[in-house]
């Protein structure tokens, strides 16, 4: 709080008021939930933007929010290994003339480059300020924070949260969801640059007083049990991640968390994507020692909070399903007319009502806020996802129904990575689609067709693009295999069905293609995916 507090002090020193936005760029370190903290009390919205991001993608938001400071540190740690942040800080506000101050904590004692008159130590801001602030008082409808999302255009989309709503929703939701009881330890193993950070690592379990834990590394650093031995060191309670981690640990083996003491875990948590049901059946038996329930989540960065998940105690979890809405939530899974599709039957994921968490607007657009989550059905908001209703009225999510990808729980949209692909001098034309992928949920598979003027023949072009759209984007975002194809499946009007591409992305036998401006297309496209050298890369 005193740290807060000092911190409030520091950026009313800068000159930020009340609605001035303040972009944070920092690793998994406790500064950074000072610095998220200390914008809410001085009512200025934040937008903290992941740390793997690229300085596109960094300037993309800092541009979009026009925020006026970014908060950011010389580096960080990644498995033991120096990761620099700074650079990316200084090509992104070079393209950004908004950005007064950059706000730098000491991490790593790497050199920097400096700007004199913009730069400024963190610690010597804010580690001379008073700790003394007195929080102001904001409507329950001002701005907390914008958060940015992958959309089908490839624009990211800023997505608004207000205050009172969305502190009411993620503080109940914590509380009820995880079991919170005083004297717990409480866990959750996501980025703050994520949603998921946002309201269950700072927002909801500090509105609870929860004592928990921060973690700044990888699950495999220094050693596969990393994770296991924090548990038991400090006796975490709740346990909360992501489906691709918990299937990376079972492809570990069961000897590795066995040799830690793991009876202090209570509740385990699940997000980001369904998780399977043989995924599932190990957490609980293997992590949670076949009696901790497991809480599988199911909510977005829209939301702002959990809307589906099966209370802990209150209703038997199914392997695989999200089960059921939370009190007060309205979820419904209806058909293409909107009406409600019965027991046993698929349809799209939608809530009727309104939510306290829910998305204000997507800043500065609110005609693509109406456009893309309210103009499916009048009065209804669309979650992009596939779901059904089975013969108990649980839900099971199907994944996206629209051109966004969920890879590891992250969403990431199919043209924001074909723009970072064409971007690339020897590339003329990219589609990008999901593949089935049992440790990430879904991998983005490339298909390009290369230049004329590029060198068809160059062995290290996959490599090469790769990494390019990991410059481009982040790491996160680098395809798992990449085809040179001489062409791609277009129908007449142009469009190129996506739905052929996922067919040989997943090693299938290609569907219909009778609409098609050209059928035999995919004959070429078929003999070019067979016979290109192995395009995996781990």
């Known amino acids: 709080q005193q740290e807060v507090g000092r911190a409030a002090n520091a950026q ?20 950074a939930v000072v610095a998220m903290l200390a914008c809410a009390r001085i009512g200025a919205p934040h937008t903290v933007v ?24 010389d ?30 904590v000491r991490r790593t004692d790497e050199p920097i480059e400096w700007h004199e008159g913009r730069d400024l130590w963190w610690h010597d801001v804010v580690g001379t300020a008073s700790p003394v602030h007195a929080p102001e008082a904001f409507d329950s409808e001002h701005p907390l924070f914008i958060m940015y999302t992958s959309g089908t255009t490839g624009t990211p989309k800023g997505i608004l949260h207000t205050t009172g709503g969305y502190l009411v929703q993620v503080a109940s939701s914590f509380r009820t969801v995880f079991d919170h009881r005083p004297g717990d330890v409480y866990w959750c193993t996501a980025d703050v640059g994520w949603i998921t950070g946002h309201s269950y690592i700072v927002y909801g379990p500090l509105a609870a007083g929860a004592t928990q834990v921060l973690y700044e590394g990888t699950p495999d650093a220094p050693y596969r049990g990393r994770w296991w031995e924090i548990i038991a060191q400090y006796g975490v309670t709740q346990f909360y991640t992501a ?13 590795i968390p066995a040799a830690y003491d793991l009876t202090s875990i209570r509740v385990l948590g699940s997000v980001g994507e369904p998780i399977n049901p043989e995924a599932h059946r190990w957490y609980r038996d293997t992590i949670g020692g076949g009696t901790a329930p497991i809480v599988d989540t199911w909510w977005q960065t829209e939301t702002g909070a959990q809307m589906i ?47 306290p968490a829910m998305l204000r607007t997507i800043w500065g657009d609110d005609a693509r806020y109406i456009e893309t989550y309210w103009s499916r059905w009048p009065g209804v908001y669309f979650a992009g996802d596939g779901a059904r209703r089975d013969d108990d009225g649980h839900i099971w999510l199907l ?25 690339h001098a020897a590339v003329a034309e990219a589609a990008v689609v999901a593949a089935s992928d049992p440790t990430s949920g879904q991998a983005i598979v490339a298909f390009v067709i290369l230049r004329e003027d590029a060198d068809a023949d160059n062995p290290g072009i996959v490599a090469e693009l ?20 001489p062409e791609l499946p277009k129908t007449r009007s142009g469009k190129i069905m996506r739905r052929l591409l996922r067919d040989l992305a997943e090693r299938r036998e290609t569907g219909d293609a009778t609409t098609l401006a050209d059928t035999a297309v995919m004959a070429v496209i078929t003999a070019a995916v ?3 050298p192995d395009a995996k890369e781990a």
Not at 399 to 423: K, Y
């Open 12 to 31: 009313t020193t800068l000159g930020v008021v009340a609605g001035d936005r303040i972009a944070i760029y920092l690793p998994m370190i406790p500064e």
């Open 50 to 73: 992941f740390g793997g991001f690229s300085a596109d993608a960094l300037a993309a938001r800092i541009a979009d929010c026009d925020a006026k400071v970014v908060v950011t540190a």
């Open 75 to 104: 580096g960080g740690f990644r498995r033991g290994r120096l990761s620099a942040l700074k650079p990316a800080v200084d090509a992104a506000a070079a393209r950004c003339p908004g950005v007064e101050h950059v706000l730098i």
């Open 243 to 255: 489906p691709t981690a918990i299937r990376t640990a079972m492809k570990w083996g069961d000897d």
């Open 309 to 355: 998940a099966p209370l802990p105690g209150m209703l038997d979890a199914k392997p695989g399903a999200a089960t059921a809405a939370l009190p007060g939530i309205a979820i419904d899974v209806v058909d293409d007319s909107g009406a409600s599709v019965p027991n046993g039957q698929d349809g799209y994921l939608v809530v009727r009502e309104p939510w």
């Open 399 to 423: 994944g996206r129904v629209d051109d966004v990808m969920n890879v590891s729980g992250h969403r990431l949209s199919t043209a924001e990575v074909e723009s970072a692909l064409v971007s």
């Open 466 to 485: 790769r990494a390019h759209v990991g410059r481009e984007i982040g790491a996160i975002a680098k395809p798992r295999e990449v085809f040179v194809v």
């Open 530 to 532: 067979a016979g290109a």
